[in-house]
């Protein structure tokens, strides 16, 4: 399993390495120009699974259930405390890489949502995702150039928008950093929280690990 560091943080199952030819390549063909930074970590890094992997802050005042996968032979009383009583942090899956070679490639992606304005179409590009299959897209917009955002591609925006492409004025409550370097050194080991006045016991805390809702 192939490691490396960027900003302080682990990477796991790089891709491998590309040059800065390569990448001029991909700016080329799909008519965009990526932030230095993240031109760096493409040459550098390459995709992969970050450790640590949560953005973020949770927020225990506002409880959301955790979507505990299918096949965890969980107890049900278990599975009812951790959806009523606890909180997991949004993590980052993988980022995608820049190899023609593998499945998580951005050359096997289109460049571009219909989430953006009609004369800035390829404004956003998808760069990774969530553990739960949410996209992370960074902007390459002229003036928001570098800005990363996560959404589902199934979100209702402001009914105003409805039936045209929405303007990235639209996602700033979508917004996550202002620039692809900051949206890594923001990643925060993922813990799961629990709820004020609720005691986890030993077979809460292996349910967890079992799921695989925590950093290693």
Not at 136 to 155: C, H, N, Q, V
Not at 156 to 174: I, V
């Amino acid at each position: 399993m192939l490691e490396k560091k960027y900003c302080g943080v682990l990477f796991q199952d790089v891709n491998p390495p590309v040059m800065e030819s390569q990448v001029l390549e991909f700016e080329k063909a799909h008519c965009v120009k990526l932030p230095e930074d993240y031109v760096e970590f493409l040459c550098r890094v390459n995709g992969g699974s970050p450790i640590p992997s949560a953005y973020r802050e949770a927020c225990l005042d506002d409880l959301e259930e955790l979507d505990l996968l299918p096949e965890s032979a969980i107890p049900d009383q278990i599975q009812s405390d951790l959806l009523r009583y606890t909180i997991a942090p949004s993590r980052i899956d993988c980022f995608l890489g820049l190899n023609p070679n593998t499945t998580d490639s951005l050359e096997a992606l289109t460049a571009g949502t219909n989430y953006t304005t009609r004369s800035d179409a390829s404004s956003l590009l998808l760069i990774a995702f969530d553990k739960v299959g949410t996209p992370i897209y960074m902007s390459l917009a002229s003036d928001k150039r570098g800005w990363i955002y996560d959404f589902d591609e199934e979100i209702e925006f402001d009914a105003e928008y409805s039936d045209e492409p929405t303007p990235l004025s639209e996602m700033e409550h979508l917004l996550l950093a202002k620039s692809f370097r900051e949206f890594i050194q923001s990643l925060f080991p993922a813990r799961v929280l629990f709820a004020r006045n609720f005691q986890p016991t030993a077979q809460h805390l292996a349910a967890i690990k079992q799921a695989g809702y925590e950093d290693p």
